[in-house]
C-alpha cells in the first residue's frame, strides 16, 4: 500500500500507466469483452484486471492519469448497437467520474462496437474489470502533465 494511491491501482497497472506516452490509448472493459485475445494485440501484450466496477476502476485510473486535451476523441465510450445516443447507467456513471477528474464537462464521445474493437486492439493496454452492465467498455488517450511554473 502506498499513501496518495488508490488500492485498486496495482503494480501491474501502475507499470503500464507510467510507461505509457502522450497519445497511447487504454482501454478499460468490461465482463464480456473479449479483453484476453484484445490484449494480447496491444503494446502492452498482456491483459491487465482490477477487481471492481468500471466506474470505480477509472476513477482510481483518472487519480494518476491525463486524458489529452488535444484530440476530441480522448474519452471514449462503446455505443448501444442500434441506440448510438443512448447513455446506459454504467456510462452515465463513467461519465460523472471523468468530469469530476477534468473538473469541467468532459462528454464521452461514442464509438461503434466494431470499431471500438478495432480501436482497442491499436491501445497501449487493456484493463478489464468486474463491472456485469453491459456497455462498459470505455477507451481513454493519454494527455501530456505540464510543467511545475
Known amino acids: ?3 496518495g494511491l488508490n ?3 496495482n503494480a501491474e497497472t501502475l507499470y503500464a500507466l507510467r510507461a505509457m ?3 497511447d490509448d ?6 464480456n469483452f473479449p479483453a484476453e485475445s484484445v490484449a494480447r ?3 502492452l ?3 491487465l484486471r482490477i477487481d471492481a466496477t468500471a466506474p470505480e476502476v477509472i476513477e482510481a485510473v483518472l ?3 491525463p486524458i489529452d486535451t488535444f484530440v476530441d476523441d480522448a474519452a471514449a465510450r462503446m455505443e448501444v448497437i442500434g441506440a448510438p445516443n443512448d447513455m446506459p447507467e454504467v456510462q452515465a456513471e463513467v461519465q460523472a467520474a471523468v468530469n469530476a477528474a477534468e473538473g469541467a464537462p468532459r462528454p464521452l464521445i461514442g464509438v461503434e462496437r466494431f470499431a471500438f474493437y478495432d480501436r482497442a486492439k491499436q491501445a497501449f493496454a487493456v484493463i478489464q474489470t468486474q463491472e456485469r452492465r453491459f456497455y462498459g467498455c470505455f477507451a481513454f488517450r493519454k ?3 505540464p510543467p511545475e511554473s
Open 45 to 47: 501484450g498482456e491483459l
Open 7 to 9: 488500492p485498486l491501482l
Open 1 to 3: 500500500m502506498l499513501k
Open 41 to 43: 494485440q496491444t503494446v
Open 143 to 145: 494527455g501530456v502533465i
Open 21 to 23: 506516452g502522450h497519445g
Open 26 to 31: 487504454l482501454i478499460i472493459a468490461d465482463t
Open 63 to 65: 487519480s494518476v492519469y
